[in-house]
């Protein structure tokens, strides 16, 4: 295939994931065109509990919104096959070709699922002006996830071409539910990171904002926990007998208000965010019921531990205080890491080679969380190397906006890097003072 039909389909891949957003765990529709291209290409797929442990999955919505999703999935045309091995909110894909040369096993990883924000209604939006705006109220692809997958996938064709020199064994595995921190670790206890040699993945814009930059290493990633909580207490008729309800919209109220207003901590950075908080049922009626979704972010695991442990002490003190309940749990949670540094040298010498490439930074903090970690953890713990990159590009807006879009033509630049690396790893030298060699045992 030629260079412009490449790029092209990868366009035309992204905007259709764009215009069918799909939230984590439900991403039926994306993962059966994943696991369909992946299939004609030759590689071997695996979904479904195979390619995610169940229990290890977390924020898995309900049966009642899993059943409606899987049902929208059939009207959109999804392959009845492909669904049948991903019921119950399993959509992790997994797509291995083996070589017929030795050589390491690689992963790659990329994830799928959209942003819960509605899209921008703008004229001047160009999703919008080019007709492929998210057609799905209060869902959006603004996170660079359609580009991701659609990222995936060219890389997927161009090692299929490939496949002849291929040494050793190329994982891609397409992830669930990035969004809160929420699929990795069942992808990495199902044992796709086990044995791989190296693991390469990244993220369009953030911090690099250029067309044509690549960011070999990202460090600084923040441990994260999410965190969904419910207060319930009793409802009354607010004007003639309020003294008989337990008002829990008003113990979530304070609750909040006292998060944000934990105390800073001396080993280093935290974060704490109430992102969504709801409750009652009328004007009239003293509030039975609030919920909240709150994300605790930390520059180590101990610190993210110690927002747990005062998150946890403020909910209990606030239910406490104004007589309701609370009961809260864990839905989400990504732990620290950053890239190997050995890495480097190699990944600037494949964008070197690269006429898309204008500008190489080799290291960048990001402060902020990324599900992948739990993944480059176990590579690491193994002997193995990874990194994250970020791939430049403007941004019509910051990600989870409403206005957010990126430059498509970073989709090439992501792709052919990743190709490259792949193919050339082989001949990597061993990381310093580690004496792992980069190969088959």
Partial sequence: MGRERWLDSMVLCRRDIHAHPEPGWLEYRTAALVASRLSALGYTVTTGKRACK??????????????????????????????????????????????????????????????EVGESEEAGHPPRQLRFASDRPGLMHACGHDGHTA???????????????LAGEIRLLFQPAEEGCRGAKSMVEAGWLDGVNYFLCGHIGVRSRTLGEVVASVDGFLSTTKIDAVFRGKAAHAGESPQLGSNALLAACAAALHLHGIGRHGDGATRVNV?????????????????????????????????????????????????????WETVGHGTGGEGDRSLIPQIEAECARMESVGSFV?????GASEDATWMLRRVREQGGRGVYMLFGSPLAAGHHQTTFDFDERVLGTAAEL?????????????APGTGASGGEE
């Fill in 418 to 430: 990743l190709v490259r690396l792949v193919y050339a790893c082989p001949g990597w030298p061993e």
């Fill in 362 to 366: 080799a290291s960048m903090p990001i």
């Fill in 151 to 165: 990222i995936g996938l060219g890389a997927a064709e161009l090692i299929a071409e490939r496949a002849g020199e």
């Fill in 54 to 115: 169940s229990e290890a999955r977390m924020g898995v919505p309900g049966a009642e919104t899993i059943r409606q999703h899987e049902e929208r999935a059939l009207r959109d045309g999804v392959d009845p096959a492909w669904l049948e091995q991903m019921k119950g909110g399993h959509t992790a894909v997994v797509g291995v070709l083996r070589g017929a040369k030795p050589g390491p096993v690689v992963a790659l990883r990329f994830d799928m699922d959209c942003v």
């Fill in 275 to 327: 992102g969504m908080l709801e409750g009652g049922s009328g004007r009239n009626v003293v509030p039975a019921e609030a919920r909240m979704k709150l994300e605790l972010r930390g520059e180590t695991e101990a610190l993210c531990e110690y927002m747990v442990r005062e998150t946890s002490r403020i909910l209990e003190a606030a239910a406490a205080m104004y007589g309701v309940t609370c009961e």
